[in-house]
């Protein structure tokens, strides 16, 4: 994919429902042909998908989920230098951001949510 935007999402809430709404994730991603539509170790879904995070989608899911709480992240990080955080219950968001490097503290502690680890500014050799 040539504008590949990887999107990781975690679905929490009451179990049941939270199991319900994670299988309407994985769904969801495999609807879009995303790439490597999977769960992680940390019980995230994650896929691929060109150009946009699936931020309408999980909208509509956290509508239709009430009890389930849907936090995306999505990194293009690699080629287009901006990852993203939404989170999203009851049909609403309560966050929505879009991080580049210059926006300091608050990319960083987005970085280590999405990769579980500190960014480090690569030095030029």
């Given at each position: 994919?040539?504008n590949?935007?990887?999107?990781?999402i975690?679905?929490?809430?009451?179990?049941s429902?939270?199991?319900?709404?994670?299988a309407?994730?994985?769904?969801?991603a495999?609807?879009?042909?995303?790439?490597?539509?999977?769960?992680d170790?940390?019980?995230?879904i994650?896929?691929t998908?060109?150009w946009?995070?699936?931020?309408?989608?999980l909208?509509?899911l956290?509508?239709?989920?009430?009890?389930?709480?849907f936090?995306?992240?999505?990194?293009a990080?690699?080629?287009?230098?901006w990852?993203?955080?939404?989170?999203?219950?009851?049909?609403?968001?309560?966050?929505e951001?879009?991080?580049?490097?210059?926006?300091?503290?608050a990319?960083?502690r987005?970085?280590q949510?999405?990769?579980?680890?500190a960014?480090?500014?690569?030095?030029?050799?």
């Open positions: 994919m040539k590949a935007v990887r999107n990781l975690a679905v929490t809430g009451p179990a429902s939270a199991a319900e709404a994670k309407a994730v994985l769904a969801l495999k609807s879009k042909d995303a790439e490597g539509a999977a769960e170790a940390a019980g995230r994650i896929f998908v060109e946009e995070p699936a931020f309408k989608d909208k509509e956290s509508a239709k989920y009430k009890d389930a709480t936090t995306l992240y999505a990194d990080f690699a080629k287009q230098h990852i993203s955080k939404a989170v999203y219950q009851g049909g609403k968001a309560t966050e951001n879009t991080y580049s490097r210059i926006d300091g503290e990319f960083r987005t970085y949510e999405i990769f579980g680890e960014f480090a500014e690569k030095k030029p050799a």
